[in-house]
């Protein structure tokens, strides 16, 4: 597959407000991963995370489907591969990525598809979005993450549910499982993703990257030790700063306090 086709089937657009957006176009074949797909996509991951001028990172797929998964035409070129070669692991560059990434969830996420979706910081899915785990249908073992973070978002009951019968999770049942921030119309999925990416592009972007990693971080540690990171960093970072970063502070939050909040 030419390095062209490999550009257009991952697609990167970006804002002068610092909103990078990816889009998986492949939509004839519901946005399926090929190898070079994947590597592609990871690749374009981790460059925008180390791209200054992007803020926020909003992951879409093309026509009917966010990612039907992997294309399984394709299967052994996939999964023969290193799996714990992390520069081509898409959800591996996803999880060390320092900026904010947002998923637009158009239509059906499926086996690979939801661990990519797993591995967004917060999600908005249209009211036709389906959440599917194929893995016990098809004889494929995850290896993308899907066996241990869904239970820790929804609970291992429904989790091992979802997961040992390959039955869809529909976009509002996700929604009241924690899952998904938002539901809404088909076709106004982008526009709410842009929303919410604007709203975090107008706070500190330093406290923005420091807060995404702390959460992230404590997620993996018991509740006593993630309040501990919480306190070093804290810590770390208000003895990190001047006399001059207080002041600013301080005029920052009273020229903020005297404007109204925007709603989500």
């Given at each position: 597959?030419?390095?062209?086709?490999?550009?257009?089937?991952?697609?990167?657009?970006?804002d002068?407000?610092?909103?990078?957006?990816?889009?998986?176009?492949?939509?004839?074949?519901l946005?399926?991963?090929?190898?070079?797909?994947?590597?592609?996509?990871?690749?374009?991951?981790?460059?925008?995370?180390?791209?200054?001028?992007?803020?926020v990172?909003?992951l879409?797929?093309?026509?009917?489907?966010f990612c039907?998964?992997?294309?399984?035409?394709?299967?052994?070129?996939?999964?023969?591969?290193?799996?714990?070669d992390?520069?081509?692991?898409?959800?591996?560059q996803m999880?060390?990525?320092?900026?904010?990434?947002?998923?637009?969830?158009?239509?059906?996420?499926?086996t690979?598809?939801?661990?990519?979706?797993?591995?967004?910081?917060?999600?908005?899915?249209?009211?036709?979005?389906?959440?599917?785990?194929?893995?016990?249908r098809?004889?494929i073992?995850?290896?993308?993450?899907?066996s241990?973070?869904l239970s820790?978002?929804?609970g291992?009951?429904?989790?091992?549910?979802?997961?040992?019968?390959?039955?869809?999770?529909?976009?509002?049942?996700?929604?009241?499982?924690?899952l998904?921030?938002?539901?809404?119309?088909?076709?106004?999925?982008?526009?709410?993703?842009?929303?919410?990416?604007?709203?975090?592009?107008?706070?500190?972007?330093?406290?923005?990257l420091?807060?995404?990693?702390?959460?992230?971080?404590?997620?993996?540690?018991?509740?006593?030790?993630a309040?501990?990171?919480?306190?070093e960093?804290a810590h770390?970072?208000?003895?990190?700063?001047?006399?001059?970063?207080?002041?600013k502070?301080?005029?920052?939050?009273?020229?903020?306090?005297?404007k109204?909040p925007?709603k989500?």
């Amino acid at each position: 597959m030419d390095q062209t086709r490999i550009e257009n089937l991952i697609l990167v657009t970006r804002d002068r407000n610092g909103i990078a957006t990816i889009t998986i176009n492949r939509p004839k074949s519901l946005n399926s991963l090929t190898r070079p797909m994947m590597v592609r996509l990871a690749h374009q991951i981790n460059a925008l995370g180390k791209d200054e001028s992007v803020r926020v990172i909003i992951l879409t797929g093309s026509g009917r489907a966010f990612c039907s998964g992997v294309d399984l035409t394709a299967a052994e070129e996939v999964f023969k591969g290193d799996v714990k070669d992390v520069e081509t692991n898409t959800v591996a560059q996803m999880e060390l990525c320092k900026k904010p990434i947002i998923g637009a969830i158009n239509g059906f996420a499926v086996t690979a598809g939801f661990e990519i979706a797993l591995a967004c910081d917060i999600l908005i899915a249209a009211k036709g979005a389906k959440f599917m785990d194929t893995h016990s249908r098809f004889g494929i073992f995850p290896s993308w993450g899907l066996s241990q973070k869904l239970s820790r978002i929804i609970g291992a009951n429904r989790a091992r549910e979802a997961s040992l019968t390959a039955m869809p999770i529909s976009a509002e049942q996700a929604e009241r499982w924690g899952l998904v921030n938002h539901v809404v119309e088909e076709g106004e999925v982008l526009r709410k993703a842009q929303e919410v990416a604007e709203a975090i592009v107008k706070n500190n972007q330093d406290l923005v990257l420091r807060y995404k990693a702390v959460i992230n971080d404590g997620l993996k540690l018991d509740l006593g030790h993630a309040l501990s990171l919480e306190k070093e960093r804290a810590h770390a970072y208000y003895s990190g700063m001047s006399k001059d970063q207080f002041q600013k502070m301080q005029e920052f939050i009273a020229g903020r306090s005297s404007k109204k909040p925007s709603k989500l």
